[in-house]
Each structure stands twice: as C-alpha cells, then as structure tokens.
C-alpha cells in the first residue's frame, strides 16, 4: 500500500497564527478521508455537500472547531510572491464558486484546493488526487512553513494512506446524515 503522509512535529495550534496567512485545514482530521478547506487571510473557503462556502468567516468557524472539539490540523502555505491577499481570495472564490455541491459531480473537498495550489505554485500541482499527496509535493517545494494542531491527540500525526472509493463512502455518508 502507498504511504499516505507522516507529518512533521506538530505544534499546539495559535488562533492569532491563523487570522492571517494561507492555511490548509484538515478538518476531522483523524477520520480518513479528513474534510478540506482553506482559510485565506481569516477568510473560509470549502466545498461540502452543500456546495461552495466562499469568503466565510474564519473566526466562526475555528470557534467552532474549539467548542465542538473537533480533530483539526493546520498547515501554513508559503505566500506566493506577488500575490495580494485581495487578489489571494479573489482567485479562492473564482475557483471554490464554479464547484457543483459534493455528490453530484466528480469533485471533492480536495478539487477547488488542488486547483488553487496549480494556479499559485504551478502546474506540478495538477497531478495530486488527494491531500497526502499534495503534502508531499509541498514539502518537497519546501511551500509549507509550519504545521499546528487541535484535538490532535499525537505530535508525530500520520495522515493514512485512502482511495477514491474513501471518499465517495464519505460523500454518501454526509449526504445520508444531512437527509
């Protein structure tokens, strides 16, 4: 089996570290597969199976994780050179908005933030289907700068190995909860 992605040392998560820069947030993060988004600035940007969230408060949503305990890890980006925080979220919303609700199309959670991350960093960016995979790409572009974590109970988190069969079940799971 492929290894998925063993994380560096995890640090105790800072709210104020997250108001401003370019995370990638693994949300529910010991459940495989972990539900993706980006928070950009202390704005929010998913997709769900209730469509595209864009330019959602962030503060919201961390205080959320806090009160509902939920597993959650943080990995800081490298800011692109030349990139505006206007233009960082505006180029966020273009993407995240043209996404159909999860369930009804192909797309993940995973495919507006794979699409982000070609824009920004290049066209390597294309060929990863999952989030393991872009983390090892980053790593080796030395992209991401620091990882922090949140009801994540190890500091060596390793984020297993799934499949495309995964995140359908997962999909469907959601799907099924929500009525």
Same mark, same amino acid.
């Given at each position: 089996? /492929?290894? #998925?992605?063993?994380?560096?040392?995890?640090?105790?998560? +800072?709210?104020?570290? !997250?108001? @401003?820069?370019?995370? %990638?947030?693994? %949300? *529910?993060? !010991?459940?495989?597969?972990?539900?993706?988004?980006? %928070?950009?600035?202390?704005?929010?940007? /998913?997709?769900?199976?209730?469509?595209?969230?864009?330019? #959602?408060? #962030?503060?919201?949503?961390?205080?959320?994780?806090?009160?509902?305990?939920?597993?959650?890890?943080?990995?800081?980006?490298?800011?692109? $050179?030349? =990139?505006?925080?206007?233009?960082?979220? +505006? =180029?966020? /919303?273009?993407?995240? &908005?043209?996404?159909?609700?999860?369930? @009804? !199309?192909?797309? /993940?959670?995973? &495919?507006?933030?794979? +699409?982000?991350?070609? *824009?920004?960093?290049?066209?390597?960016? $294309?060929?990863?289907?999952?989030?393991?995979? =872009?983390?090892?790409?980053? @790593?080796?572009?030395?992209?991401?700068?620091?990882? &922090?974590?949140?009801?994540?109970?190890?500091?060596?988190?390793? %984020?297993?190995?799934?499949?495309?069969?995964?995140? $359908?079940?997962?999909?469907? &799971?959601?799907?099924? $909860?929500?009525?």
């Amino acid at each position: 089996m /492929t290894a #998925g992605f063993a994380f560096p040392e995890i640090s105790v998560w +800072d709210p104020a570290k !997250t108001a @401003e820069g370019l995370w %990638l947030i693994l %949300l *529910k993060a !010991t459940r495989v597969p972990p539900h993706l988004g980006i %928070l950009a600035d202390g704005r929010w940007f /998913t997709l769900d199976i209730n469509g595209a969230k864009v330019n #959602g408060d #962030g503060e919201r949503l961390l205080q959320a994780v806090q009160r509902k305990k939920i597993p959650a890890a943080f990995v800081r980006f490298a800011w692109p $050179r030349g =990139l505006s925080k206007e233009k960082a979220q +505006d =180029l966020l /919303t273009e993407i995240f &908005s043209v996404y159909q609700p999860l369930g @009804e !199309t192909p797309a /993940t959670c995973f &495919s507006p933030i794979r +699409d982000f991350c070609e *824009k920004i960093y290049g066209e390597q960016y $294309r060929q990863p289907q999952f989030v393991f995979q =872009l983390l090892r790409q980053l @790593e080796k572009d030395g992209l991401f700068n620091e990882v &922090s974590g949140l009801h994540v109970a190890n500091k060596n988190f390793v %984020l297993p190995h799934y499949d495309m069969q995964a995140v $359908r079940n997962s999909i469907a &799971s959601a799907k099924l $909860r929500a009525g």
